[in-house]
């Protein structure tokens, strides 16, 4: 190989401008100056935001390169979404429509350039793509499969000019159903089966007379979804939605419908003394066929075992085979005392109300938990969380203080073990806590490489793209979130908040802000969302309005403790919101 030359796998881009000769030939100096903007204020810094770079401009096209497929085909996704809503506003002659090519090949780097076959197919892919257009090779495909929440249509395999071998096509555009094209706020209509395996693990019933085995009910369902959110080949509803149903009648079938699977699993426990008795089966909605049912006699020290049978019967129903590893993974286990696990259950249930009084009841059964078993990670976290939340509250005390007990916890946490996602989601949120947005970033791609099903595992992601400035890419995950939990929490829909209002996406933004007041009128950070967007559309009156909510809701809240509340690493963004705020009337 030539001095100066070096091969490395890539992720390959190739664009170009649908029409170009007749956009010239119509008008040439306005087009050039169209492309030209269009370029520099949307094109190249979504590149920059997904992580790549533009190798070389070509006319009417680019070739660009990114060490992640996924951010590559998000990227592609996303901007031909976001051209898409901008040809809106102007007249038909002067639409610009792209058409992307992404390609998964090894590449001869040749100082800033890239030559090669990998870069040859990509550009192939990009004829064979329609207008406002993506399409990507198999290869692509198998990387990216699970990752978003955009939906590719198989191509099949085409011919492309001057490649030997067929190239086997997957192609997406803005006019197919595809959940990351719009704001989900449930399932008010049935969502499409995925191309995998999918499941809902419905909480089990409490047949017992102890109300402290609601506990252990909601934990048995909790754990089975955990360990089957770690294989990226099967899809599973995060506990939030399925415990909707929680001490409802049911009909299985509509359940499978609401959220969007073919399979769901249910079971009861009943208690007497030291002994369990579980039931468990697994239904195929399609037909009402029961592919798996089980009775369990056995002692309370016998319950994690019990977990670990359940969810390797539904792997087996489902005809996915693990490897040694992935076994090993799935099946890890934090405790083995039923008592700190117990504890640890009904910490995280209060903790997830988020309000102000819950946590500190989370506080002391974790703190109880830690003492009994101070090797479980899972109590270490649940304990930072609780600092960290008092840490957000922004104006109740010493913030640092808060958070420095959040990360002395994760820090244990993640001594003890690093693969738990919900250590891996404390250790992202503490870390943008303290200002270090992309280390945050960082340990959170890594969550949800470990926890690809994990529908909180990517929006912690989310959370943190958000933190760190990468708006574009944080909606895409934060909407991935959502597929996977249809009935998703307040806290999922206030990020994409943040997000699509820094973005300048006001009008979907105000929706979102309403949604989330109808759910909760006392969320006093979609008000201040909602008086800022106000604020921008010029309504006064109803940002005034919007900030006596607020004033009513947190009366201690302060201009000052803003950027402590919203921890953005963009400054701008930060002066503009505060600066909006102001002038709608929240108080110095």
């Known amino acids: 190989m030539a001095e100066g030359t070096q091969r490395r796998l890539a992720a390959i881009v190739s664009a170009d401008v649908v029409g170009y000769s007749r956009l010239m030939g119509a008008d040439e100096a306005g087009t050039h100056a169209r492309l030209k903007s269009r370029y520099a204020g949307l094109i190249e810094p979504m590149i920059a935001g997904h992580g790549g770079r533009v190798v070389k401009l070509m006319g009417d096209g680019l070739l660009a390169e990114f ?21 809106t506003d102007g007249p038909d002659d002067q639409r610009i ?49 699970g990752k978003l929440s955009a939906a590719f249509a198989d191509g099949g ?30 399932p008010d209509k049935p969502l499409p089966l995925p191309d995998k395996p999918s499941i809902a ?28 959110s770690k294989i990226s080949r099967i899809r599973v509803i995060a506990r939030n939605s399925t415990f909707v149903y929680k001490g409802k009648a049911h009909d299985l079938r509509q359940v499978a ?26 239904i195929d909605a399609g037909d009402g066929s029961h592919l798996w049912a089980e009775r369990f006699d056995r002692t309370i020290e016998d319950i994690f075992d019990i977990q670990d049978e359940i969810t390797k019967e539904i792997v087996t129903a489902l005809r ?60 270490w976290a649940t304990l930072g969380f609780t600092h960290w939340w008092d840490g957000r509250l922004g104006y109740t005390g010493d913030t640092q203080a808060k958070f420095a007990n959040a990360k002395d916890s994760a820090e244990r946490a993640m001594a003890l073990d690093a693969t738990v996602s919900w250590v891996i989601g404390l250790s992202t949120m503490v870390a943008s ?33 958000v933190r760190a400035a990468h708006y574009r890419e944080a909606v895409g995950h934060f909407r991935a979130a959502m597929l996977l939990n249809p009935f998703h929490p307040n806290w999922y829909r206030n990020g994409l908040l943040s997000a699509l209002t820094i973005l300048d996406e006001l009008d979907e933004g105000l929706a979102l802000a309403d949604e989330i007041l109808g759910i909760e009128p006392g969320f006093f950070q979609a008000w201040l969302q909602r008086a800022y967007i106000y604020h921008l559309q010029g309504q006064s009156d109803e940002a005034a309005q919007a900030i006596a909510e607020v004033t009513r809701l947190a009366p201690d809240l302060r201009l000052k403790h803003i950027p402590g509340l919203y921890q953005i690493n963009d400054k701008a963004a930060t002066k503009r919101f505060v600066d909006g705020l102001r002038t709608a009337g929240l108080p110095e």
């Open 97 to 145: 429509d792209y058409r992307v090519g992404v390609n998964l090949g090894d590449v001869i780097v040749d100082g800033d350039d890239i030559f090669g076959d990998g870069v040859n197919v990509a550009a192939r892919l990009q004829e064979m793509a329609e207008p406002g257009g993506v399409c990507i090779s198999a290869k692509v495909h198998a990387e990216v499969r």
């Open 257 to 282: 419908t609401e959220l969007g699977v073919r399979y769901v699993l249910e079971g009861s426990i009943r208690s007497g003394g030291n002994r369990l008795r579980i039931t468990a089966q697994l």
């Open 433 to 465: 806590a303290l200002n270090h947005h992309e280390e945050g970033v960082v340990v959170a791609r890594r969550g949800l490489e470990l926890h690809p099903g994990n529908a909180d595992a990517r929006a912690f992601l989310a959370f943190a793209l």
């Open 157 to 186: 395999a085409q011919t492309a000019k001057n490649i030997t071998e067929p190239v086997h096509v997957w192609r997406w555009s803005p006019d197919q159903p595809a959940i990351a094209n719009s704001v989900i706020t449930g």
């Open 67 to 87: 060490p992640s497929v996924v951010d590559a085909v998000s990227w592609a996704v996303e901007s031909q979404t976001k051209v898409a809503e901008l040809n």
């Open 201 to 228: 693990v419905l909480r089990f019933d409490n047949m017992s007379s102890e109300p402290e085995h609601e506990y252990f009910a909601d934990g048995i369902a909790e754990d089975i979804i955990t360990a089957l």
């Open 320 to 379: 996915v085979n693990l490897t040694d590893g992935e076994e090993a993974h799935v099946m890890a286990r934090g405790t083995n005392d039923v008592e700190a696990w117990q504890l640890c259950t009904r910490a995280t249930e209060l903790f997830m109300q988020f309000n102000s009084t819950d946590y500190l009841e989370a506080r002391t059964l974790a703190e109880k938990a830690v003492a009994r078993d101070p090797n479980y990670a899972y109590a």
